[in-house]
């Protein structure tokens, strides 16, 4: 089974939605969960709207390169069929028989041209035409056309003429003239004629289809340029006006057909939107119109996807013309018509395949609800809209949505109201930042100030320490000191003397490790909640050491004050503060006899003074 016609490199989609908008049968999907298009390649036609369209050229089509180098290096004998347009595409080549020689250099063993196959086609439907019973056909030359009817007018299928396209009529001649075993590749301005060719076998197979923009890539691959070769021209059987096929109604003057606007019975229409219109009107209107239909998505083949982007369409008209003259000024018409009599017993009839591609219409009530959400409740009944999102309606396109082809996303008057929205919040968004921001600044500018001051009260700090001769070290919840100062380092004797110097201060070195359990069981005991201790004496080596710990933060951080009794000034300091103690508590001891003995007086005088005046003669009470 053959790869999709076509794909999206997703690295490279810009998510414009062009492609979807495009897409004249919405055979491209929104995935809302992504945001991605999808091709969705059952209900592709191979029109190639997309890949012309998309601004990214994220958009490629099924190459053939590589299989039609593989079939011109097979040995088998390999004949390439042009398109009557290829004189339109190669402007820049002056001389078409330099045009058939550079072909050739490619390894091809004939190089024949369509026109031929478009005479003996365009013969099919005169033949058609000019026996008419009452029915009215679409002419089957277009591949995009045919695969649209196949998948969205199952119902007009009987109506497609039963006629082979001029690339299939032209493969059968070829089988024919060169044998059965001779390869064929197409080459031609169209993407869908790849998939078109897969539907053939035997005489009327093509093994490789060429647009001509693969076709300038092998030209450059192989360094092939007209400036080096001599004149070729293309193998018999040769066209007659059927190089006029790349115009629209090419065909109709090839056949000989009435297009007199009075009197004709053919209608001619060509490019996206008049396809569309002209086969709903064909579907619809038939019987008014009584009228046969030839019918090209693009224009004519002059502009097909498979072209170069940059071609003038009116330049492509005149160089398509200006080769058809040139060609029949001198033209063998009685070895054309010998041409066309032995192969008049070729089949040039084909059959065509629904292949129903329409999707069920979703309820009122969900319609109802998607125009709602975008605004465009009003439009519940209306049959307008601004087509920017690529349907002809706002209902049509609310049914896509409920149909998973389309997002909401591709309203623009939705999008641009969500936009603006977006950008008043986005705004109050940024003033909220731009204060948060400046709030932020002040609080970094004060942290900043507070890590100074942090700092230099740490300097602080330390360098008190370090004037302090009693020894000082604090801990953390782990037992690992983050402080100490050079006395510390002295109490605890030479290997720490040794640390010190590669880290200063001991910071990181476990307290476990440089003391002995009794002592540094003290510190986990503060750690733990226990109450400070306060001057405990601590046997240390062969020293008795005066030991304070007390807690800095609790059950985190202790530090203590470690002083070595043994040295003079601590025995200085330490028989000063014990003789304080002692004058402290013989004070003390003073005062409270002294209380006591003021206290015992003056009980004794009190009751000395009450014994003397019960001994006292009381006074007379005066007479009346």
């Not at 099919?124 to 045919?146: D, T, W």
């Not at 008043?424 to 890590?451: F, G, I, P, Y």
């Not at 202790?558 to 304080?580: N, T």
């Amino acid at each position: 089974m053959a790869d999709p016609l076509f794909g999206i490199k997703k690295d490279k989609c810009i998510q414009c939605y062009a492609c979807v908008r495009i897409c004249p049968v919405k055979a491209i999907k929104v995935d809302p969960s992504t945001e991605f298009p999808d091709i969705l390649s059952e209900r592709c036609i191979g029109c190639g709207s997309c890949f012309r369209m998309c601004p990214a050229s994220t958009i490629h089509y099924r190459s053939s390169l590589e299989e039609t180098k593989a079939i011109l290096a097979s040995g088998n004998k390999v004949a390439a069929i042009c398109d009557p347009s290829i004189s339109g595409e190669f402007d820049d080549i002056t001389d078409y028989r330099k045009f058939v020689e550079m072909i050739r250099q490619l390894g091809f063993t004939y190089v024949s041209e369509a026109s031929f196959g478009v005479d003996l086609v365009a013969d099919q439907y005169r033949n058609l035409f000019e026996e008419f019973h009452g029915k009215y056909y679409i002419m089957s030359n277009c591949p995009a056309v045919v695969s649209f009817i196949e998948k969205y007018y199952p119902s007009l299928i009987n109506n497609l003429a039963p006629v082979v396209s001029p690339m299939i009529a032209t493969s059968k001649v070829v089988h024919q003239r060169y044998g059965n075993d001779v390869k064929t590749v197409f080459i031609g301005p169209c993407i869908a004629t790849k998939d078109e060719a897969l539907l053939y076998e035997g005489d009327g197979k093509v093994d490789s289809v060429l647009t001509f923009t693969e076709l300038r890539q092998l030209f450059e691959e192989f360094n092939i340029r007209e400036s080096q070769l001599e004149f070729s021209d293309f193998d018999p059987p040769l066209g007659y006006k059927g190089s006029l096929y790349p115009l629209s109604n090419g065909i109709i003057q090839t056949a000989g057909l009435n297009e007199d606007l009075l009197t004709g019975r053919i209608i001619t229409t060509e490019g996206r939107n008049n396809m569309l219109d002209a086969v709903s009107e064909f579907d619809t209107r038939i019987d008014t119109i009584q009228r046969h239909f030839n019918i090209f998505y693009n224009e004519g083949c002059l502009m097909g996807p498979g072209t170069s982007p940059s071609g003038k369409k009116f330049l492509r008209r005149t160089l398509v013309i200006d080769y058809a003259n040139k060609r029949l000024k001198n033209f063998d018409y009685p070895n054309w018509e010998k041409n066309k009599k032995d192969l008049s017993l070729l089949d040039f009839s084909r059959t065509f395949h629904e292949n129903d591609q329409r999707l069920p219409d979703p309820d009122e009530e969900v319609i109802h609800e998607i125009l709602k959400r975008i605004g465009k409740e009003e439009q519940l009944k209306n049959h307008i809209g601004c087509e920017s999102c690529g349907y002809t309606s706002c209902r049509e396109f609310a049914v896509a949505i409920a149909q998973g082809l389309a997002t909401t996303e591709m309203c623009q008057s939705y999008t641009a109201s969500n936009r603006q929205e977006y950008i008043q919040t986005l705004r109050s968004t940024n003033d909220k930042l731009a204060k948060t921001q400046a709030a932020l600044k002040d609080s970094e500018e004060k942290a900043r100030q507070e890590r100074e001051m942090e700092k230099q009260t740490s300097e602080a700090i330390d360098a008190m320490l370090q004037k302090l001769i009693s020894g000082v070290v604090i801990v953390d919840e782990n037992l690992r000191i983050t402080h100490s100062n050079k006395a510390f380092v002295r109490i605890l004797g030479e290997e720490a003397a040794m640390v010190d110097e590669v880290i200063p201060g001991l910071v990181g070195a476990d307290l476990k490790s440089l003391l002995p359990v009794p002592f540094y069981k003290l510190f986990s005991f503060v750690l733990s909640g226990g109450e400070d201790i306060e001057d405990r004496d601590v046997r240390f080596g062969e020293g008795v050491l005066s030991v304070s710990i007390f807690t800095i933060t609790k059950m985190k951080m202790v530090g203590a004050i470690i002083r070595d009794l043994y040295k003079p000034e601590m025995k200085k300091e330490q028989i000063v503060r014990r003789l304080s103690e002692v004058v402290d508590q013989n004070f003390e001891m003073v005062q409270k006899i002294a209380f006591l003995l003021g206290e015992g007086a003056a009980k004794t005088e009190k009751l000395l003074n009450s014994v003397i005046e019960s001994q006292q003669t009381p006074p007379k009470k005066p007479e009346i």
